[in-house]
């Protein structure tokens, strides 16, 4: 009976509800024989046939029970059978609520992508606005523009007297190759950056991959007041669900402590990263890629507070496991090579800054390429090695060797016709006594924005280093030229820069009056890059947000527990 199916069920009792009605009639029919025949018998036939009757009776209320009660099985069965229809319909509904509820989530995040790239177009036009304004009003002053380049010579010596090479090899903010002073470290660290350092080596989960970016997005801009409890808030809900020793958890301590030394709190920075460290060494091995990562970040953070010694170890056991990983000549390696030869730079190991820079030179020669920015990036790491050693004709070469291989990258190979910018200052130096000034540039020393591109800062760095070596070395003239090069080359690609981000943003504006989409994705989708501007949104609304308020609404758009500080 137990194998038996709801159905099977049913009909079996359908059919022992026939067989009882059928007896039923049979014993009413005996028991109505039985009363008409009573009539013709003697008192004690009588009492038998009373008796007879009496348990026909008895047997007929039995029967009548059973039909009762298996009418009631089959009215329970159909019963049963509605509830479960009901159910499965339920479930179908629920099924589809929680897809239409992810395309809304979907629609979301598309609207805010929207809407944050929109306002950011509109806020980025007026400061290029502005910027055109300040370009053309200092136009006038073109004519004074050598004793400017003294004056930025003057004041960019004394700041690098004073300035850790830590920047050029990821030790601050990589965007600019421009020396800013000690000073730098208080200015947020770049998103790609920040981004790189917290997850190197561990793919972030998908369900927290848009709260990354927003904290990053907010750390980046120097909005520690949202960033923070952000962060703070995420952490306390990843350990509540995943527990304190879980990758994602280290992942978090990792970016929390990014900020942090990006406020200068170096204490509770290291404390971040030493528990994430330990996190990680637990939950993915002493030899992950991750575990290296942070411990770069702490060989970074001794390196900003001026213990380099400390940072040493750190910094080559993170090298030992990305070579041990990795290989021998990933990029990666390279990576942290530069960031090794610094930390010796800094303790005067001249020997070893070189050994690792050229071996850091020749992984990136040999894996991306002669013309990868890296490569004049280190070539320029490894000559202000030479130059704090006194070796001005090395530091002299690489110099040009980064100019050269920039011109013949953009103009063609040098000859007669077509010199580099270098041999140009030199012939000028050359001259200076013989015919007055030999000129100004060349035909294509007016393009030279082109080889002076934001992806490739090593160039302009380089003109500015080799126009002081020069200057060093007496030669003005040729100083004067490089210099006023750079200045001339940042100058004519700003403006280019600029017409075109005004033409790009005037395009989306009349995109948004037709109501057309800023930004597409796949399938028409807009793809969430980035975090959400809180300020840029706010100076289109009319009424303020409060942190918390945007916080709740942030976590309840990311399925996450807002909570309460």
Known sequence: ??????????????????????????????????????????????????????????????????????????????????????????????????????????????????????????????????????????????????????????????????????????????????????????????????????????????????????????????????????????????????????????????????????????????????????????????????????LNNLAVLYGKRGKYKEAEPLCKRALEIREKVLGQDHPDVAKQLNNLALLCQNQGKYDEVEKYYKRALEIYESKLGPDDPNVAKTKNNLSSAYLKQGKYKEAEELYKQILTRAHEREFGQINEENKAIWQIAEEREDNKHKSGDAGTYQENNGSWHKAVKTDNPAVTTTLKNLGALYRRQGKYQAAETLEDAALRAKKQYLESMQQAKINKILNIESMISEGQPVVGGPHGVVEMTGGIDESMIQSRMTTSTSTSGLKSRLFNALGLQSGTQ
């Open 1 to 294: 009976m137990s194998g038996m199916t709801q159905e099977e069920i049913l009909q079996s009792t359908r059919t022992v509800v026939q067989g009882l009605d059928a007896l039923k009639e049979e014993h009413e029919v005996i028991r109505q024989k039985l009363l008409t025949t009573a009539d013709v018998l003697t008192n004690d036939e009588r009492q038998l046939m009373e008796e007879k009757a009496s348990i026909i009776d008895k047997n007929l209320d039995s029967i009548r029970l059973g039909i009762e009660e298996a009418q009631i099985m089959m009215a329970l069965a159909s019963h049963i059978q509605n509830l479960e229809a009901e159910k499965q319909k339920f479930k179908a509904q629920v099924r589809r609520l929680c897809q239409e509820n992810a395309w809304l989530r979907d629609e979301l995040n598309s609207t805010q992508q929207q809407l944050q790239q929109s306002a950011q177009q509109v806020a980025q036009l007026e400061e290029e606005k502005k910027h055109l304004e300040f370009m053309n009003s200092i136009k006038k002053f073109d004519e004074d523009q050598v004793n400017d380049n003294k004056e930025n010579y003057a004041a960019e010596s004394s700041r690098n007297d004073t300035h850790s090479t830590l920047q050029e090899l990821g030790f601050g903010p990589d965007e600019e190759d421009d020396l800013h002073g000690a000073g730098q470290y208080a200015q947020p660290t770049p998103a790609n950056a920040m981004a790189a350092s917290a997850s190197a080596g561990y793919e972030i989960p998908l369900r927290l991959r848009t709260l990354h970016n927003l904290v990053i997005q907010y750390a980046a801009q120097g909005r520690y007041e949202v960033a923070v409890p952000l962060c703070k808030q995420a952490l306390e809900d990843l350990e509540k669900n995943s527990g304190h020793n879980h990758p994602d958890v280290a992942t978090m301590l990792n970016i929390l402590a990014l900020v942090y030394r990006d406020q200068n709190k170096y204490k509770e920075a290291a404390n971040l990263l030493n528990e994430a460290l330990a996190i990680r060494e637990k939950c993915l091995g002493e030899d992950h890629p991750a575990v290296a990562a942070t």
